[in-house]
């Protein structure tokens, strides 16, 4: 219809930014996702369907997916790590599921206490399970390109998950730099070789915890992807290390796309408002940059705020 | 000689990321340009030789430039606004320049009290001068993207100064994003156009103010360019927005390259230490997210430090 290029963002601050927090009051969270809807966002992963004792802070999951019709222009969807989490959420009303299969086994096992094989094995029933009911299930190919236990993850092992998840029955694939170590060069060759083995343009799922994510989302979309994670405000972290950024920061990667013309929806005004409001609720510092310089020039965006002096 | 790609960093820690911190002892600023120097760096913008009551931390101009024969492998510059600074590098005994050209009027008034066209006809007189004593002048032109008094800067304009300034006898060029607005789109196409209108791959100076500064890096090496400016840690800011990010980050911008196959001669883990002895010295917080993170994984190069947990 348009000749204007456009992205597809999924706002995963309520599910991956929030995770590994100390849980705030399902309420806080209806309040987050209400600001995140006003943000223009039309995807949002807002909880995941996991075991409470090891994310206590998404045990309202239900209670969540249970307030969603509150927002009905909104795709919302939650993740999963195995049949049980898939039984809850659709049982919650759920029809958007995302599968996380690591590409590592150590992570598998750190994670979800099962080999990588094991995981993958899980696909085609899980798929099956989903499509009983007429949902879609998306597989995220986690640790793509690095593994804390592991080491390196060998591209070709990624390319080869993507690929066996679609032949299992997934309808969509996402990648996923877990512990964000990806580089550009690195990003083009993994989503490269996904592309190639099953042709589908995946989504990309990046951490900004070395900084690197925004000039990796750039080289994706170079290379025609067009569906990205982020969180507002760069929520999240890692359990690892104090301090460090969590996902690719939602007003930055819509500054970015927006201001080199291409369109995503996102008002960068009201994400940082989002983001303000969950900083404030968590009584943390949130690390996107564009957060800290108070936001973007006029010229880019009419509801962007002004840093002129 | 070598098929490998490589790009040339210079880092400028010392004067862009010290210039609006306050005054440190002379004596630091050769310890933290010794550190510098053992990252592997062979280019260092040292120091600016301009009005100490603008700029009172970098007062010191002479006293440093007088200790560089200590490191005879490292080509250091300086950074100068007009005649007067000119002079005093010269007889300080500096020969590699850098001109600042704002291209618009009100960065331009604001930073030198002059119009912007008066500080392009003064380029030609610098260019004679440095020339009689065998000396080298790159012109950087800075609001390359947007001024905060006057707005979005013509991208033409950019070009035109550039043009001017190969004209008027610059031996290099520089593009500057001075306050961190641009995006990769906008890098493109800035860059792009000076290339045309000079024949000259221009340096890149950018900021990760809003956290744009690794994908525009990375669009500007998808161009050609190959010369970049950074500082270990991202150090330095925004007068205008506390908290605010400074300059790209050194071991970002080496570990985008290096882990993508791309040569820079920087070794993160000392660029780390060099971060953390300035962040010591000046007892601030940097904002690079790698060195919150704690370094890169180990296969990434053999210098590196590993997160591995």
């Known amino acids: 219809m348009s000749a204007v290029p456009q992205v597809d963002i999924r706002e995963v601050g309520p599910r991956d930014g929030l995770q590994i927090e100390e849980p705030i009051p399902t309420a806080a969270k209806l309040e987050f996702i209400d600001a995140l809807v006003a943000t223009g966002v039309r995807r949002i992963e807002v909880t995941s369907f996991v075991s409470p004792r090891a ?16 927002w009905p222009g909104v795709e919302f969807s939650a993740l999963v790590a ?26 598998s096992r750190a994670n979800v206490g099962r080999s990588m094989e094991e995981s993958i094995a899980l696909i085609a029933p899980i798929a099956e399970r989903v499509h009983e ?30 690929r066996r998840a679609m032949d299992s029955g997934a309808d969509a694939l996402a990648v996923a730099d877990t512990i964000g170590t990806a580089t550009p060069g690195r990003t083009t ?3 490269t070789r996904v592309i190639d083995a099953t042709g589908v343009k995946p989504g990309l799922h990046l951490h900004n915890t ?76 949130l690390t996107s940059n564009l957060l800290a310089a108070g936001g973007v020039p006029v010229p880019s965006g009419s509801s962007a705020t002004s840093d002129a002096t």
């Open 210 to 285: 070395r900084g690197q994510g925004l000039a990796n989302a750039w080289a994706a979309y170079s290379l025609g992807i067009r569906q990205f994670d982020a969180s507002v405000g760069g929520l999240g972290g890692c359990p690892f290390a104090p301090g460090a950024s969590g996902n690719i920061a939602t007003e930055e990667l819509a500054y970015m796309f927006e201001d080199s013309g291409i369109t995503t929806g996102i008002d960068i005004g009201r994400a940082l408002d989002a983001a303000r409001l969950v900083s404030d609720r968590l009584g943390k510092r």
């Open 82 to 107: 195995g049949m049980g989490g898939v039984s809850r959420a659709l049982t919650a009303g759920v029809r958007r599921l995302e599968y996380v299969v690591s590409a590592s086994d150590g992570h």
């Open 55 to 70: 994310i206590p802070s998404l045990a309202d999951a239900e209670a969540v997916a249970a307030e969603l019709g509150r």
């Open 189 to 191: 060759d993994v989503l």
């Open 133 to 162: 009911v007429g949902g879609h299930l998306e597989v995220i190919v986690a640790i793509a390109f690095d593994c804390p236990f592991d080491g390196p993850t060998p591209p070709e092992r990624v390319a080869d998950i993507a």
